[in-house]
């Protein structure tokens, strides 16, 4: 069970503004590549096959160059079929489009079915080992004789995003250069405030509607009082249409990380066109959730019966739902527990939120209470300073033809 601290982003890293809607099915090849479990190790000398898509419909070759996407935590199919910028503009730069699958999703699990069942097969999840796979993927790639000369291009969005800048920092005679959407590379240590990410959050809703911030504000409260009494719990769990009834008190700080989450979700997928990347959602669902909520001074249960309304755009778009799961945000393709893992130990991002520049409950960064829980749940600890020492944090002067792009309204542009 994620922690507090974990609210809202344990569950996904992922919102990129490339992330435009697929025109129609998109015809790839799937292809496998045998990859090295360890590549700073010789210890560990087997191999997995390393998922990967390529698409040579526009490839004007020889030369024409690699537009090579670097995969993030989930499925690479999901990333193809949402990163509709690359299909775009594919044939107009005569490109090959390739989708790495990132190790450890989807398809590229290193050690099958047993690759998350133990810490020793999960310590070859790391960014430095997806980087290296990365590299000698492409280098596989140009061996053909049409690809020799191509130029390749590093393109993510969200954490990979932070691999396509990275793959042009680390690897520059692999990649010309880079285009890194809604790359959070600075939300590590105290590059940023740790605030800033609710804050955006909270002026997406501000922006949507009259009165929708500071309803969810009160939100807080009034459920804070419901859960005081049984009667108020049984009401929540009927009036919520929950599959799972909420027992007790115990219960409060679940909904309202699922509530916090559901935010978040929508301040990361408040595209103007209707999509499906995480839920199937209306065009601007933000303006659409906050029609429920222009009335913050109600009474509680009125209040969050419009909450109940809300929340449903993004959970119950296409009416097809019997019942609202608070175990469930996002959906399938993605994968928390991958990322839950990476986060404990890379990819240590703080944050918190103080109820006051935020519509979010107060909550403090409290990295021993981080720790304590990956811990409990990995069997390992984070070290909080190992991606600055890695990548350099904000001392990144040296690094050449990488172009961070950012929506104003993805909360994951907090570091620019
Ligand atoms: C990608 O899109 C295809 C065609 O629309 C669909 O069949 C497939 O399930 C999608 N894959 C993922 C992982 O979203
Ligand atoms: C993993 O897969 C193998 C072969 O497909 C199967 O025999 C085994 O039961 C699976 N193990 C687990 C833990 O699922
Ligand atoms: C979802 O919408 C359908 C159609 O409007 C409705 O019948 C159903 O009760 C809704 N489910 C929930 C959980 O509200
Ligand atoms: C709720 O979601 C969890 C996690 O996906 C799942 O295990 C559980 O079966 C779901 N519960 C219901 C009642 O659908
Ligand atoms: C939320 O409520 C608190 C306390 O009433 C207030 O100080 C804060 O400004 C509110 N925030 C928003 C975004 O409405």
Not at 280 to 309: G, M, S, T
């Amino acid at each position: 069970m994620a922690s507090l601290w974990l609210a809202g982003w344990g569950v996904l890293l992922l919102s990129c503004i490339l992330g435009f809607v697929v025109p129609s099915a998109p015809t790839y090849q799937t292809y496998y590549f045998d990859q090295k479990i360890d590549h700073f190790g010789f210890y560990e000398d087997s191999t997995f096959k390393q998922r990967y898509l390529v698409s040579d419909t526009h490839w004007r070759k020889p030369g024409g160059p690699i537009l090579f996407y670097t995969g993030n935590e989930g499925d690479i199919a999901l990333f193809s079929n949402n990163t509709g910028f690359m299909w775009d503009i594919a044939e107009e730069f005569g490109a090959m489009l390739v989708f790495a699958e990132h190790r450890y999703y989807g398809e590229s699990l290193p050690f099958g079915n047993l690759s998350y069942s133990d810490p020793k097969y999960l310590n070859y999840l790391t960014s430095e080992q997806a980087l290296a796979d990365f590299a000698l993927l492409i280098r596989f790639l140009k061996e053909r004789s049409e690809a020799r000369d191509s130029a390749v291009i590093a393109i993510g969005g969200s954490y990979g995003g932070m691999l396509a800048a990275w793959m042009r920092m680390k690897y520059p005679h692999v990649v010309v250069g880079a285009l890194a959407a809604s790359a959070p590379i600075w939300q590590f240590e105290e590059l940023v405030p740790c605030n800033l990410y609710y804050q955006i959050v909270t002026n997406d809703f501000k922006k949507s509607g009259p009165g929708c911030a500071e309803s969810i504000n009160k939100t807080w409260s009034a459920l804070n009082r419901m859960f005081k009494s049984d009667e108020g719990i049984r009401w929540l769990s009927g009036t919520f249409r929950l599959c799972a009834p909420l027992k007790s008190q115990d219960d409060a700080a679940g909904f309202k990380n699922w509530l916090s989450e559901t935010w978040v979700n929508l301040a990361m997928v408040d595209y103007p066109y209707p999509a499906d990347f995480l839920m199937p959602l209306p065009a601007w669902p933000i303006k659409e959730v906050c029609k429920y909520l222009r009335n913050p001074n109600l009474d509680d249960k009125q209040l969050l019966q419009n909450l109940f309304q809300a929340i449903n755009v993004y959970y119950n778009y296409t009416g097809n739902t019997q019942c609202l799961n608070t175990s469930q945000t996002a959906v399938g393709s993605l994968d928390d527990l991958g990322w839950s893992y990476q986060a404990c130990t890379e990819m240590v991002m703080p944050f918190c939120s103080d109820g006051i520049t935020d519509m979010f409950e107060p909550q403090t960064w409290n990295f021993e209470a981080f720790s304590d829980d990956c811990y409990k749940q990995w069997g390992i600890r984070p070290r909080p300073k190992w991606i600055t020492s890695v990548y350099g944090g904000k001392n990144i002067n040296a690094a050449s033809n990488i172009i961070f792009s950012n929506g104003g309204l993805d909360p994951w542009s907090v570091w620019r």
